[in-house]
């Protein structure tokens, strides 16, 4: 068992910048492929970046790629997401999640545990 603890959320102006973290405890992240989705209100939940076991490799959609990146310190069991040029419509409560599948994980339904969210907003 997996607990995830997202902190770092906020209230900023868009373009402002804000790095989210994740704890997590209960076992060693390292055997875990790692993600970040985010949900807006009345919105489906949205894959927002996920990064390999190793950190060796990651992956975002064309909606933050270039704005948002996502790191590991497996040393320290924790995983980052750093947001710059933040826009409106990246106001959304944010999520951590861990998967013990293979590779790369795009979709919700392949991660096994889930913090509880941290909010984000951006004004306009």
């Known amino acids: 068992q997996v607990q995830l603890v997202e902190t770092g959320g906020g209230l900023v102006q868009a373009g402002d910048s804000l790095r989210l973290s994740c704890a997590a405890s209960?076992?060693?992240?390292?055997?875990?492929?790692m993600g970040w989705f985010r949900q807006a209100p009345g919105k489906e939940r949205e894959f927002v970046a996920t990064?390999?076991?190793?950190?060796?490799?990651?992956y975002y959609p064309d909606s933050v790629k270039g704005r948002f990146t996502v790191s590991r310190d497996n040393a320290k069991n924790t995983v980052s997401l750093q947001m710059n040029s933040l826009k409106f419509e990246d106001t959304a409560v944010y999520y951590c999640?861990?998967?013990?599948?293979?590779?790369?994980?795009?979709?919700?339904?392949?991660?096994?545990?889930w913090g509880q969210g941290t909010q984000v907003t951006v004004s306009s």
């Open positions: 999640a861990a998967s013990s599948g293979g590779w790369i994980k795009v979709r919700a339904s392949d991660y096994n545990y």
């Open positions: 209960g076992r060693t992240l390292t055997n875990y492929i």
């Open positions: 990064i390999t076991r190793s950190g060796g490799s990651t």
